[in-house]
């Protein structure tokens, strides 16, 4: 640690830090589920404005649940500073908490979204209160952003996440830390893709014959599009809809499915493999493929390299080692990362499960991340990553 960077000694309460999270983990926030997700922005809210923030509820993509933007008090509040970045939304439906309770297991905690990402955002901002608690003040005014829709690609909020984030200097990302414990300085491309399947209807048991099916025209396609997977690119089905009445012949069959790269023109030769799958019959059957949410590579660059050196320095001040790399799986920090802002991502939690129902995190990393994120603010200056 250098001479201008003080030696932080935080009071944290581990217990406090687990009722706390506990609240946020039992406020169930699922994607889709509109009044769920701006109950949990109201939970964050309050809680944000008992930290001192100043909190602005901005009003949700259509369909989708609100987000907040906030800062904290400094006396260059209002100029470029440091974002904290995550979201609030969920994988798992209202009613998870009876199959998944909020509950430790030796130095294991459990619960819906604990490691995705709410143990981590909880995290963050515990950090920011220790360093108030403790009369330190940071280099540069710390903001934070709150989003809805992260778990369906951000297709509502990116323009948001992109203007706010070109405001600031620095864009921290508390998603879940590495398998190694480390952090994330870049992440894969990702494309999503809507397909459609066009059959004939017919009565199932008196004309069978006479029709065709959506739903077996989408499982050939299925099997197709996952055989497409190589060593640049993958391709996933991960959702299936179709049919109605089971003495019909399916007409429609809807699914979504996803790919990743880890270069783009990898991702790009993939969307054009997807596209080129579109057919269609003169009698109306088919299928058809439509590009959905993208998200760009996020490759490292000399800032975002800075600044993991920065984190590196914060976590060796702790009797801590800190390794980084690129990850699959899309967050908000492809887009930051991709525009050229210096972009730290996987400073969340450890665990492991999340979008299952054994999610859980490594009860030691709630202080260890939360002590780490402080070290990082604290560090943060003018001069560290100028781009």
């Known amino acids: 640690m250098d001479a201008k960077t003080p ?9 406090q830090m687990l009722d706390g999270l506990r609240r946020w983990v039992e406020c169930e926030s699922p994607t889709f589920e509109v009044e769920a997700v701006n109950r949990m922005m109201s939970l964050a809210a309050n809680d944000l404005t008992d930290m001192g923030a100043t909190v602005e509820r901005i009003a949700g993509p259509t369909g989708l649940g609100d987000c907040l933007r906030a800062s904290f008090p400094h006396p260059r509040r209002g100029e470029p500073g440091v974002l904290i970045m995550a979201h609030l939304d969920t994988v798992h439906p209202v009613g998870t908490l009876e199959k ?10 459990y619960g819906p979204g604990i490691l995705d990402m709410k143990g981590g955002t909880f995290a963050a901002l515990q950090a920011v209160r220790a360093l108030a608690d403790a009369a330190f003040e940071t280099p ?20 948001l996440i992109e203007a706010e984030a070109k405001r600031h200097k620095y864009v921290l990302v508390p998603e879940p830390a590495k398998e190694d414990n480390g952090v994330v300085s870049g992440r894969y491309a990702i494309a999503r893709f809507n397909l459609t399947a066009q059959g004939r209807p017919s009565h199932a048991g008196a004309a069978l014959k006479k029709g065709r099916s959506a739903i077996r025209e989408m499982a050939q396609q299925i099997l197709a599009i996952e055989d497409m997977t190589d060593d640049d690119c993958t391709f996933s089905v991960g959702v299936v809809h179709g049919g109605q009445w089971v003495n019909c012949v399916s007409t429609e069959c809807r699914a979504e499915a996803l790919s990743m790269a880890k270069r783009q023109v990898d991702l790009d030769r993939g969307v054009a493999r997807m596209l080129d799958r579109n057919e269609t019959h003169e009698d109306g059957t088919g299928f058809l493929v439509e590009l959905g949410v993208v998200r760009p590579v996020w490759e490292p660059n000399e800032g975002t390299m800075a600044l993991f050196a920065q ?5 060796s001040s702790l009797g801590l080692s800190l390794t980084h790399g690129s990850a699959g799986g899309g967050s908000d920090g492809n887009f930051t990362g991709a525009l050229g802002i210096p972009t730290l991502d996987g400073l969340g939690l450890s665990g492991d499960g999340y ?8 009860v030691d990393s709630l202080l260890q991340r939360t002590q780490l994120m402080a070290g990082l603010l604290i560090r943060l200056s003018e001069s560290e990553t100028e781009r």
């Open 7 to 15: 030696t932080l000694n935080l009071s944290l309460d581990l217990h």
């Open 100 to 109: 998944l309770p909020f509950r430790v297991d030796g130095n294991r905690c």
């Open 140 to 159: 540069l005014p710390v903001y934070v952003l709150l989003t809805s829709d992260e778990e369906i690609g951000s297709p509502g909020t990116r323009p």
């Open 311 to 315: 984190a590196e320095a914060a976590a």
């Open 355 to 362: 979008h299952t129902l054994e999610e859980h995190i490594i």
